[in-house]
C-alpha cells in the first residue's frame, strides 16, 4: 500500500475519531463536516425530494398490484398462474435490471439512470392503463419492474453523494420513507378505486405517470453527482456543482478529499478489468460487499413482504369478512408501515445506523415470534368440521377433522355459520376453480350478504386468538420499519469507495429483489409444510442470524464522509473480540475492554470500538 495511502488513512482516520467525539477546535472556515441543517442550503433538499420520486415509484408499483388484481381477476378471467405472473414478474425483472444497473450507473452517471428510470416507469405505466390485453398488461409490469431495478439502486447512491455527511443518514432514509409512502398511497389508490368495478385498475397501475412525469422534468434541471463527474475527470464541472449544493461554504476540503480518494484508490487497485472481479479481490470492498449483501438478504428474510401481503388475511383472522373493508384495512397496515419509517428518519442520525438496526431486529424477532405463538395458539384451538357432505369428487378436503388442515390444504376452504357461541355447521369443501372467493360446490358456491348466508374462510380460520395475531402484526411493523425497512438502502449507500459504489450497490439491491422473489414464492408451501406459526418461527429464527451478523459486522458509518468510510473495512471484518494492536499504517485497533474514555474521548463502548482508529501519535 503506498504511503500516500497510508497518510490519507492516517488523516481520515483521526477526522473520522474527531468526528465521533466532537468538533475540531480551531478550524479554520467552516467546512461541510461542521454545517447544521439551518446551514444546509434548500437545494441539496430538492434533490433529496425529486431523487426519492423514485423510491415512490418503487413502493407504489409494488403495492398497487394486489388491489387492482381483485379487479383484475374478474375483469380479464386471470388464472391464479396468469395471476403470479403479473405480481412477480415485476419483482424478476426488477432485479435483473438493479444488477445491470450498476454498469449503467458507473458509465452514464447517476443523473442519466435516474432519467431512464423515470422514463420506464411513465412508458410502464402507459402501457398497463391501456393494456386491452392481459399480455399487454405482463408487458407494462415486466416495463415497471426495470424502471425499480434501476431506480432502487441509483436513488440511495445519488442522494448519499450529494449529502453533507451530518445529514446523509437522514436524506438517504427519507428515500425509504417514500417507498413506504408509495405502498401506502397505492393501497389508499387500491380501496378508493374498488369501487370503480369496470377499469378501475386501469386508474390503480397507470396512475403512476404523474409522479414519473414529475421526477423526469425536475431531473433535466438538476445537476449529475460530482462525485461521478470528478471520477471521469470532469474537474471543473464537479467544482461547480459542489459549490452549487453546499451553498456558497467551504467546499475546498471535501474537493481534495473526493480527488485524493479517486487517485489513491486508482493507484491501489487499477482503474482496468471488470469491477466485481476488482471488489473481490481488495479486501476492504469485498468486506463491504459481504455486509451490503448480508443486510439487504436479511432485510428480505425477516419476512417483511409476506406480513405486509398477509396483512389482510391476518385481518380477515380477526373478523374482518368484507373484502373492501379488508382493503381499507389493509391500508392501515401500510400506513403503520410508513409512520414508523417516519421514526426511522428521525433517529438514524441521532443513534446511528448500527444501534438502529439492532434494535430493530431484535423487536423484529420478538414480534414474528408473538406473531408465531398467535397462530400456535390458533391452530391448536382450530374450530372442529362438524359436517361432512357427500363429496362426489373424491377430494382431499373430506378426510380433515378441523379448520386447521383443512386451511392449510390449498384446493379447500372452511365453510361455516357463527353466533355469539362460536362457529357452527362446519364443512371442509374443495374451493372453486374460477376464484378462491367461493367454494366450487353447496352453500359456500354462491353466497349472498344475508346475514344467515354462511361464512367461506379460504387461507385462514376463524379464532378467538387474532387479537395475539394483530398485536404481533402492529408491533412487527413498529420495529422492522424504522430499522431493518430503511437501513439496508441507506447503509449501502455509503459502505463502497467511489469506484465500486455503482456495483456494490447494484449487487445489493440485486440481492434484495432476489430473496423478495424467492420468500413471497415459497411462503405459501412453507406455511403449508410448516403450518402458519412454523413459517414464523422460521422467519424469527433468520431474524436471530441476521442480529448475529450485524452485532458483528456492521461498523458505525455516521457523521463520516463517504471517503473516510472505506476505511472501517480495512480490516478483518465481523469480530467483537480480539484485534490486532497495529499495522504498519500506524492505525491501532482497541477492544472494548481496553478503551478508556479519558484517552479516547467520548465515544461508544460497545464492539464498534474495535473499528475505531487511533493515530500512533495519539496513541
Ligand atoms: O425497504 C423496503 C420497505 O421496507 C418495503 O416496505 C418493502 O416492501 C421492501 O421490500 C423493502 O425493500
Known sequence: MSNRTGSRRQKAAEDGERSLIGPPSGHAGESVRDQDASTTPFFVYLLAFFSALGGFLFGYDTGVVSGAMLLLKKEMHLSAL???????????????????GGFLNGWLGRRICILIASFIFCGGGIVMAVALSKVVLLVGRITVGLGIGIASMTVPVYIAEVSPPHLRGQLVTINSLF??????????????FSYLSHDGWRYMLGLSILPAVLQFFGFIFLPESPR??????????????????????????EYDTIRTSIEEEENETGSGGVVILRILSYGPTRRALIVGCGLQMFQQLSGINTVMYYSATILQMAGVREDKQAIWLAGATSATNFVFTLVGVWLVERVGRRKLTLGSLLGTGLSLTLLAVGFLLSAQHSPPVTLHPVDFHNSTCRLYESCEPCMLDPDCGFCYLENDAGVFNSSCVPVSPASTDSAAWGRCSNRTEESFSPYWAYNYCPTSYSWVVLLGLILYLASFAPGMGTMPWTVNSEIYPLWARSTG?????GVNWIFNVLVSLTFLHVAEYLTYYGAFFLYAGLVVLGLLFVLCCLPETKGLQLEEIENLFARRLCSCGDLPASDDNHVHYIRSSDYRPAHYGAVDSDCAIAYITVSTASW
Open 228 to 253: 461521478w463527474l470528478l471520477q471521469k475527470g470532469r474537474s471543473q464541472e464537479a467544482r461547480q456543482v459542489l459549490g452549487r449544493i453546499r451553498g456558497g461554504q467551504n467546499i475546498e476540503e
Open 82 to 100: 396468469w395471476q403470479e405472473l403479473l405480481v412477480s414478474s415485476t419483482v424478476g425483472a426488477a432485479a435483473l435490471s438493479a444488477l445491470s
Open 179 to 192: 417507498i413506504t409512502g408509495g405502498q401506502f398511497i397505492a393501497s389508499v389508490v387500491d380501496g378508493a
Open 505 to 509: 450497490n447494484a449487487c445489493s439491491a
